[in-house]
């Protein structure tokens, strides 16, 4: 079990480059399986999730090779179509070799996935839309087994627009007769990176960043090199870092439009921002003000996955914030642990109230999930004293060297094994 120490109070300044985005390597590296060649990705984080698919490449055949943040994924000698159950439970982005494995070899067999704990995430929308086109799926023995020799292109309706599943039917559209349209598909600029990269291996994708896709059956797919977008998720976080402890920073490497609405709710917070292309600059003020009220949304709606971190500055913002959370039933967990340090948070369903405090105190706290681990390094950085972050593990899944990164930036933070 891993922990972060932090001594709060060091405002976070200096420059910051984002490593690539999760959310754009976990598909792109199983969309390689479709292409049966050898592929190159530069930009890849070195976090665990990453890690874990690369294990699980591996377990289908695969070859694979890392240097730093450079990964080679050979997917020619690719010899099974079952994700090993342990692979499959530790993150739920396993999902997303179904689609892949099935434009490769026809038949993908999964055990339910895994993932952060923060709602229900049932993948009956990937289900529904996978039978729509021909696929048959079995339950047998806790294992979900799909077929589909030659899927048929379909015309297919999203119920919500999903990211995991736009991202596997484009994945199984590749391999399917005739043409897909996907429409209520997520926007999300992680699928415009996934379907860049599946265009430069030949595929004939349209669509991405809108919510209508159209992916062109069959076409001859081959290896590439491709360079992971970078993580808006990731750059976030350590904008709110600077945000919340009266920090200044300067963020490259971010496409700065795709921030647009999150760096609203900076500004409104009182921070200064200024953008240039590729970079992002923020002051923040002393103290941070209360934004009113905030809902999550699809992109490009403000992003779920900076609602812990945003909750986690407010707490100690002057005034009162109201979040809703509009995309996972759960994900307000870790709002005990900071009440533990002093803040004034009640939990009403996907609302949480948050009435700014005037400072919050260091103690022990435990991660429970991803960017709930990440709100409550940020809250550590913030707080008076010191904080214990527990189970940062769960912190390591999406952040690579998280502890280090914000030391260099002036943080007061070291890591304990
Ligand atoms: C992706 C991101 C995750 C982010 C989320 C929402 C990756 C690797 N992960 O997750 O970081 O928080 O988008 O932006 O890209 N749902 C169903 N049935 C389904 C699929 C989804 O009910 O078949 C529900 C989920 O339970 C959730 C909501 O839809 O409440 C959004 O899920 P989805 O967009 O699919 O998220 P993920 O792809 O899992």
């Given at each position: 079990m891993e922990s972060y120490h932090i001594r709060g109070g060091n405002p976070i300044c200096g420059e910051y480059t984002v490593k690539g985005a999760k959310n754009a390597a976990l598909p792109i590296l199983a969309a390689s399986i479709a292409t049966g060649e050898e592929n190159v990705f530069s930009?890849?984080?070195?976090?665990s999730d990453v890690l874990t698919m690369k294990e699980i490449l591996e377990s289908l055949g695969c070859r694979t090779e890392k240097t730093g943040d450079r990964l080679l994924v050979d997917t020619s000698c690719l010899n099974s179509e079952e994700v090993p159950a342990e692979l499959m439970g530790k993150m739920r982005s396993s999902i997303f070799l179904v689609g892949p494995l099935l434009t490769r070899c026809g038949r993908a067999v999964i055990s339910q996935p895994g993932g952060c704990a923060i709602g229900k995430r049932p993948i009956d929308i990937h289900i529904k839309a996978l039978k729509q086109m021909g696929t048959s799926i079995k339950e047998v023995d806790g294992k979900l087994i799909f077929t589909g020799n030659q899927l048929e292109g379909a015309t297919i309706a999203l119920d919500f627009p999903s990211v995991g599943a736009t991202e596997n039917l484009m994945m199984a559209a590749l391999g399917a007769k005739g043409e897909t349209v996907i429409h209520n598909s997520a926007r999300e600029p992680e699928i415009q990176d996934l379907q860049q990269y599946l265009n430069s291996c030949g595929a004939q994708i349209k669509g991405a960043g809108t919510s209508r896709i159209v992916i062109k059956g069959e076409c001859p797919l081959h290896g590439t090199c491709h360079r992971i977008m970078g993580d808006r998720i990731e750059g976030g976080t350590f904008l709110l870092a600077a945000a919340g402890t009266g920090g200044e920073l300067l963020l490259?490497?971010?496409?700065?439009?795709?921030m647009k609405q999150f760096l609203k709710y900076l500004r409104y917070a009182g921070c200064k921002v200024k953008k240039q292309p590729g970079e992002i600059w923020l002051r923040g003020p002393g103290r941070l003000y209360c934004t009113g009220k905030l809902q999550t949304a699809p992109y490009?709606?403000?992003p779920t996955d900076l609602q812990p971190q945003f909750t986690a500055v407010m707490a100690a913002a002057i005034g009162k914030t109201i979040v809703e959370e509009r995309i996972f039933e759960n994900r307000f967990k870790y709002a005990d642990q900071l009440i533990k340090m002093g803040a004034d948070i009640e939990i009403f369903q996907r609302t949480a109230i948050i009435e700014g405090v005037e400072f919050l105190r260091g103690t022990q706290v435990a991660a429970e999930d991803l960017r709930g681990g990440a709100a409550l390094v940020l809250a550590g950085l913030m707080a008076y004293g010191e904080t214990t972050v527990e189970n940062a593990e769960f912190i390591e899944r999406g952040y690579c060297s998280f502890p280090e990164e914000l030391k260099k930036l002036g943080g007061d933070i070291s890591r304990n094994k």
């Open positions: 930009r890849c984080p070195c976090i490259r490497g971010i496409e700065t439009d795709m490009p709606g403000f």
